[in-house]
């Protein structure tokens, strides 16, 4: 199975990527939600012993599509720290080396719940912080998944955004292979994957005529979706 797909959604042409990031070439712009950088750093503050290290793998994650989508920008669809004890120092450390090492990259970030949690970034920081709703041509950026159509931005024909982790329980006529990451096109929304290395998922319950793209260790495929 491939690494990556090509999917055509409101009149745009995506690539959706094992790595767990979308990219729409038409605007050259990477998106990719939950990262919650510093989750480790916040458990570990609070006596928790959890093993370090999952920022710089979410970061290295996101480098190797940069690279491999030579995309001029990227979008945090909110949720970008866990928490205000995430922004540790080794945490900014991270940080302050990926955006040197992409300096040519815009990024830009959706707000989210622990967003509004985290409050102001430092200002040295080339991160440009908007609010749900901001629409690109017909494709309209949030973080909560909409309950209902009625909800989107208005003029958007598609809406991006994160927030639930999505997972699907996937099974062989063998075996139940347990639960993997997904992406859930749903009445005219994409909710993308956590990308974050150090986050749960939820088991969502696909409606008849939603796709889902299941993610399986460095490949994607499309599974079906059945009626519940």
Not at 3 to 26: E, H
Not at 40 to 52: H, L, W
Not at 55 to 72: E, K, P
């Amino acid at each position: 199975m491939p690494d990556s797909i090509d999917i055509q959604l409101a009149d745009n042409t995506f690539t959706l990527y094992a790595d767990r990031g979308l990219f729409w070439p038409a605007q050259s712009i990477l998106f990719v939600a939950d990262t919650h950088f510093g989750k480790e750093a916040t458990f570990r503050r609070g006596g928790i012993p959890v093993p370090v290290g999952t920022t710089d793998a979410t970061l290295a994650t996101i480098a190797r599509m940069l690279h491999r989508t030579n995309a001029n920008r990227l979008c945090v669809l909110g949720d970008m720290f866990h928490a205000k004890s995430s922004i540790a120092a080794h945490v900014c450390e991270s940080l302050l080396r990926f955006f040197e090492q992409f300096h040519n990259v815009e990024v830009m970030l959706v707000r989210g719940n622990h967003d509004l949690r985290v409050g102001a970034l430092p200002i040295s920081w080339p991160i440009t912080v908007i609010d749900p709703g901001i629409r690109i041509r017909n494709v309209a950026l949030g973080h909560h998944p909409a309950d209902r159509e009625a909800e989107f931005p208005s003029a958007c024909e598609l809406y991006l955004c994160g927030h639930i982790h999505p997972a699907i329980q996937v099974s062989s006529r063998i075996d139940r292979l347990g639960k993997r990451p997904c992406f859930w096109h749903s009445r005219g929304q994409v909710v993308l994957p956590a990308i974050g290395d150090f986050t749960g998922t939820h088991v969502i319950k696909p409606s008849a005529g939603d796709t889902t793209w299941v993610v399986a260790e460095n490949e994607i495929f499309r599974h079906p979706c059945h009626r519940r």
